[in-house]
């Protein structure tokens, strides 16, 4: 069953998994929702109405859906959804000591080293001034934030025994100085910081990639959010 979610804070809708209406103060939601398989056409439901760009072969697929119709599949080579710097940066703006949730439903076809959302932050061969919300092969969440040159932030949820083939809510929410992961609803991890994020390097906002293009996802995603709210 649906959780009624309207007017929520972004860590209630977290909570709650399921959802019935967006969370306060979403910046992005992208949501794959399209009877035409294989269909590159994504849109951001939220009030901003971002213009997404699809990379690589990322589609809209009806093999396998958790919300409605269809989920969005990543093949793991080059694939990403993608938002530029300057657009999203003239309306959302960097994050600063403030409030934010990253979330979405993940089904993994392979557990490996992955960007789940990333402005700058972590790469594998080049790292930016930014952030990234990323999965690690050893079975965890990370948390990357970059500034002048050097990481002040880099945190990883507990170890969470994710499954191939199998549909996860993962979420990165920061309340106030209180940061945690979360799978399925459920805290797997925390830790306390008063950062002040900043815009960081001029690098797209990207979903399912790292900031220099590398370690892409390999499956499926769904209902994928960013709100400043917690």
């Known amino acids: 069953s649906f959780t009624d979610c309207a007017g ?22 992208i949501k794959s929702n399209s009877a035409v398989d294989g269909s590159t056409t994504f849109t951001d439901s939220s009030t901003n109405a971002y213009t997404l760009t699809a990379n690589g072969n990322v589609q809209n697929s009806t093999a396998q859906t958790k919300i409605d119709s269809s989920s969005i599949l990543f093949d793991g ?7 530029p710097y300057a657009t999203w940066h003239s309306t959302t703006g960097a994050f600063g000591s403030g409030s934010f949730t990253l979330a979405g439903w993940y089904r993994f076809d392979a557990i490996a080293e992955v960007g789940l959302m990333t402005k700058g932050g972590f790469g594998s061969v080049t790292d930016y001034n930014g952030w990234s919300w990323s999965f690690f092969a050893d079975n965890t969440m990370r948390m990357y934030y970059r500034e002048g040159g050097s990481a002040q932030i880099n945190q990883t949820s507990d170890a969470l025994s994710l499954s191939v ?5 993962l979420a990165m929410v920061r309340n106030g100085n209180i940061w945690t992961f979360y799978k399925d609803g459920v805290a797997v991890g925390t ?11 001029n690098v797209d906002l990207k979903i399912g990639i790292f900031g220099d293009d590398t370690r892409d996802f ?4 769904d209902s994928l959010i960013i709100a400043k709210s917690a």
């Open 218 to 221: 390999d499956g499926y995603q």
């Open 165 to 169: 083939d199998t549909w996860y809510y």
């Open 77 to 83: 080579t080059g694939d990403s959804i993608s938002i």
């Open 191 to 201: 830790f306390s910081d008063t950062l002040t994020m900043t815009n960081g390097d």
């Open 8 to 29: 929520d804070t972004a860590g209630e809708y977290v909570s709650s998994v399921y959802e019935s209406a967006l969370p306060t103060n979403t910046a992005l939601y």
